[in-house]
């Protein structure tokens, strides 16, 4: 069961480079979610899905967009990178047919924009 | 949203007992308490949820005070691996399923 899947690992973009960030589950969960963290910083969340085909904006989307055409895999894309961007970023699920469920985590990806 | 607060940063020996503390004075009825760690460059790792209820699995105890208002995650023989950052999170209510993740409190236990 491998869970949370991101790719790729790592990334260095130039300013102005686009790239999709790649997030796959295999728990057949219906909720998924985008972070970013910076340095010495806690996790702010950049988008998230409640199901196939749907998307919402978190607290820090602008400069972001994603797609849930699948419901295993949520896409994250960064249109035209910017050095702002460079972050550490988690994908995340979680079930959504229990009050108490919780998240599932990948392993992250380090993008750096030079 | 019910508001967090938790000490920047604890010392705990290995083999000891750790124990953190988090403060939910703004807690709803309907809310629960979770707890995440992240251990260095990692992604964030579930550990424990509860309501009103004390809780404990094969990682951790939670203690949630008769008033809710606050909380303690117990590590009962704290080792190197459980250095992290330690965060302790209010679900949202309603259907709003986003966790907000604060600075939480780094934990460095020492041999």
């Known amino acids: 069961n491998a869970g949370v899947t991101q790719t790729p690992k790592f990334r260095v973009l130039k300013t102005g480079q686009s790239m999709t960030l790649l997030c796959a589950q295999d728990?057949?969960?219906?909720?998924m979610y985008w972070y970013r963290q910076d340095p010495g910083m806690g996790l702010r969340l950049i988008h998230y899905?409640?199901?196939?085909?749907?998307?919402a904006k978190g607290e820090v989307p602008d400069g972001y967009n994603v797609s849930r055409l699948k419901k295993q895999n949520f896409l994250l894309g960064l249109e035209s990178a910017a050095p702002s961007q460079t972050s550490v970023y988690f994908c995340a699920s979680s079930s959504g047919d229990s009050p108490s469920r919780y998240y599932t985590f990948g392993s992250g990806t380090r993008l750096t924009v030079v | 949203d019910a508001k967090t607060t938790q000490p920047p940063s604890m010392d705990c020996a290995e083999g000891r007992a750790a124990n953190l503390p988090c403060n939910h004075s703004t807690i709803s009825g309907n809310e629960y308490v979770y707890w995440y760690r992240q251990i260095h460059s990692q992604g964030p790792q579930y550990i424990i949820h509860g309501l009103k209820n004390n809780e404990t699995n094969e990682m951790a105890s939670l203690i949630i005070t008769e008033d809710r208002k606050s909380s303690t995650l117990i590590l009962p023989h704290a080792t190197l691996r459980d250095t992290a950052v330690y965060y302790c999170?209010?679900?949202?209510?309603?259907?709003?399923?986003?966790?907000?993740f604060g600075a939480g409190t780094t934990v460095t236990v020492r041999a």
């Open positions: 728990m057949n969960h219906e909720y």
């Open positions: 899905s409640v199901g196939e085909g749907t998307t």
């Open positions: 999170i209010v679900r949202p209510r309603g259907n709003d399923y986003k966790l907000s």
